[in-house]
């Protein structure tokens, strides 16, 4: 029985159309186009070996970088025809492609496959766009440094349970949100380093019958290598995976920063002010000015958790080699790209421009007996052991409370009630510049201390 030529790039073997429901529902794509630029450049530097090894000659690859340049002009300029009856981003380029310059665009696919097509172009957009996060994190970094220089004497309560427990300096607590985005900038260099390898020349699972050059192709992509084993190569998403728990993991940290802001911000605290245009107003209340940045990036770290779970489970069992669940990676995956960089983006530019109010800190510190620790570790260098001290500062703040008064505000008489080794030195230390200036120890909150952390910080993001 002879048949019309098909539409559809694999439609030799069928006798029928597909259901017009089935290829809605089978293509991607609506959503993978975002990889068109490249794909693009996939196509391009395998045409390159493929001239490169005779099985395009000079004019056939001219004219499929002519015509590949013509198709990223119509999509960049947002005249691209995408057709779902194309099924993918490589289908509609391909079928373009040939449109525009006839046969030797259908010799661009010889000796690839759609597998190892988008393993690679996946890798491609995902090293890029881990360079992004990576910027925007160094961003962020540098604001965080600027602002705790400033900072680095400015004394705040430091917190366990969230109750007042020591005083610390407000430069030394954003040194700790530095320390969380270090972190994340190296588990996304490593999360590169794995994704790195090229996939081309694995074709559909089992490699290619053509000679391909596939160090060559790998060099002009900037792959570190070309893949190993072709089974893998074209089925595994664990970089997409690894990516997603580096995303997870940095957007908690982004929500553990949002969290603090919210409740400092709060009335109740007023340790700062976050400038109007990251926060809204109420409909209903006049008065209300609301954190609704940092409360999205909060909430926001919910979805990124949910793709991780949505990627492992996509991997979970899938036998060797390509299966079309893979399709499914691309919107997890895409999403929590655009809410990473989101996120780190409005924190790079929220952040440094809070407004602290110092006062409200300070005041914050005193009221909360955090020089507590300080009495009890001077009465342990006056000979008391420890315990013996903490009893001792235990009854000297209950007394405290009992008076409405800060340890430091109390006369030498009341506090040698408790131990008459307590001597006049004792106020150096209840004072609250006298409990973080003794914290004058490698990674502790001393101004000095701040100072020095600082220095090292900045070293970092040369
Ligand atoms: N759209 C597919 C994906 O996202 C591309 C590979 C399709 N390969 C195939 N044999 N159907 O994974």
Same mark, same amino acid.
């Given at each position: 029985?002879?048949?019309?030529?098909?539409?559809?790039?694999? #439609?030799g073997r069928f006798q029928e159309q597909t259901d017009e429901f089935v290829e809605a529902f089978t293509a991607s794509v609506e959503f993978d186009q975002r990889?068109?630029?490249?794909?693009?450049?996939?196509?391009?530097?395998?045409?390159?070996?493929?001239?490169?090894?005779?099985?395009?000659?000079?004019?056939?690859?001219?004219?499929?970088?002519?015509?590949?340049?013509?198709?990223?002009?119509?999509?960049?300029?947002?005249?691209?025809?995408?057709?779902?009856?194309?099924?993918?981003?490589?289908?509609?380029?391909?079928?373009?492609?040939?449109?525009?310059?006839?046969?030797?665009?259908?010799?661009?696919?010889?000796?690839?496959?759609?597998?190892?097509?988008?393993?690679?172009?996946?890798?491609?957009?995902?090293?890029?766009?881990?360079?992004?996060?990576?910027?925007?994190?160094?961003?962020?970094?540098?604001?965080?440094?600027?602002? *705790?220089?400033?900072?680095?004497?400015? +004394?705040?309560?430091?917190?366990?349970?969230?109750?007042?427990?020591?005083?610390?300096?407000?430069?030394?607590?954003?040194?700790?949100?530095?320390?969380?985005?270090?972190?994340?900038?190296?588990?996304?260099?490593?999360?590169?380093?794995?994704?790195?390898?090229?996939?081309?020349?694995?074709?559909?699972?089992?490699?290619?019958?053509?000679?391909?050059?596939?160090?060559?192709?790998?060099?002009?992509?900037?792959?570190?290598?070309?893949?190993?084993?072709?089974?893998?190569?074209?089925?595994?998403?664990?970089?997409?995976?690894?990516?997603? *728990?580096?995303?997870?993991?940095?957007?908690?940290?982004?929500?553990?920063?949002?969290?603090?802001?919210?409740?400092?911000?709060?009335?109740?605290?007023?340790?700062?002010?976050?400038?109007?245009?990251?926060?809204?107003?109420?409909?209903?209340?006049?008065?209300?000015?609301?954190?609704?940045?940092?409360?999205?990036?909060?909430?926001?770290?919910?979805?990124?958790?949910?793709?991780?779970?949505?990627?492992?489970?996509?991997?979970?069992?899938?036998?060797?080699?390509?299966?079309?669940?893979?399709?499914?990676?691309?919107?997890?995956?895409?999403?929590?790209?655009?809410?990473?960089?989101?996120?780190?983006? *409005?924190?790079?530019?929220?952040?440094?421009?809070?407004?602290?109010?110092?006062?409200?800190?300070?005041?914050?510190?005193?009221? #909360?007996?955090?020089?507590?620790?300080?009495?009890?570790?001077?009465?342990?260098?006056?000979?008391?052991?420890?315990?013996?001290?903490?009893?001792?500062?235990?009854?000297?703040?209950?007394?405290? +409370?009992?008076?409405?008064?800060?340890?430091?505000?109390?006369?030498?008489?009341?506090?040698?009630?408790?131990?008459?080794?307590?001597?006049?030195?004792?106020?150096?230390?209840?004072?609250?510049?006298?409990?973080?200036?003794?914290?004058?120890?490698?990674?502790?909150?001393?101004?000095?201390?701040?100072?020095?952390?600082?220095?090292?910080?900045?070293?970092?993001?040369?």
């Open positions: 029985m002879s048949k019309q030529p098909d539409a559809r790039m694999w #439609g990889l068109a630029l490249v794909d693009i450049s996939g196509s391009i530097a395998h045409a390159r070996m493929l001239h490169k090894i005779g099985v395009l000659n000079d004019q056939e690859l001219n004219a499929i970088q002519q015509g590949l340049a013509t198709i990223q002009q119509e999509i960049e300029q947002h005249q691209f025809v995408w057709s779902i009856k194309l099924e993918d981003v490589h289908m509609n380029i391909e079928a373009r492609l040939t449109q525009l310059i006839g046969d030797a665009g259908k010799k661009l696919h010889t000796g690839r496959s759609r597998n190892d097509q988008i393993a690679t172009d996946i890798r491609l957009y995902l090293r890029q766009e881990i360079s992004h996060c990576q910027q925007l994190i160094r961003q962020f970094q540098q604001g965080l440094l600027d602002l *705790a220089e400033q900072h680095a004497q400015t +004394i705040m309560p430091g917190f366990t349970h969230l109750q007042v427990a020591q005083p610390i300096t407000l430069g030394h607590h954003l040194l700790a949100w530095f320390e969380m985005l270090e972190r994340d900038h190296g588990r996304l260099a490593g999360c590169v380093k794995r994704l790195n390898v090229m996939p081309l020349g694995s074709a559909a699972l089992a490699g290619t019958s053509y000679p391909l050059d596939r160090e060559y192709t790998a060099q002009l992509l900037e792959f570190s290598s070309a893949s190993r084993n072709s089974l893998d190569a074209v089925s595994d998403r664990d970089f997409a995976i690894e990516f997603c *728990a580096d995303a997870a993991i940095c957007m908690t940290h982004l929500s553990r920063m949002a969290e603090e802001m919210i409740i400092w911000s709060s009335a109740q605290f007023d340790f700062i002010t976050l400038s109007d245009r990251y926060c809204t107003g109420s409909s209903i209340m006049p008065q209300k000015k609301n954190p609704d940045v940092p409360e999205l990036v909060r909430g926001k770290t919910g979805r990124v958790n949910g793709h991780l779970i949505s990627l492992l489970t996509l991997m979970k069992s899938q036998p060797l080699a390509y299966n079309k669940d893979n399709q499914e990676d691309k919107e997890p995956l895409f999403d929590t790209i655009d809410t990473l960089q989101g996120s780190l983006r *409005a924190f790079a530019d929220m952040v440094p421009n809070i407004q602290v109010n110092q006062e409200a800190m300070y005041q914050a510190a005193k009221q #909360g007996y955090a020089t507590a620790t300080d009495l009890a570790d001077y009465l342990v260098n006056k000979g008391l052991p420890f315990r013996d001290a903490h009893e001792v500062v235990g009854n000297a703040v209950a007394y405290a +409370i009992d008076q409405r008064k800060d340890l430091s505000e109390c006369s030498l008489e009341e506090l040698q009630q408790f131990d008459d080794c307590i001597g006049p030195d004792v106020f150096d230390l209840l004072t609250l510049e006298g409990s973080v200036n003794a914290r004058d120890i490698l990674g502790g909150t001393a101004p000095d201390q701040v100072k020095f952390q600082i220095a090292q910080c900045r070293q970092l993001l040369k």
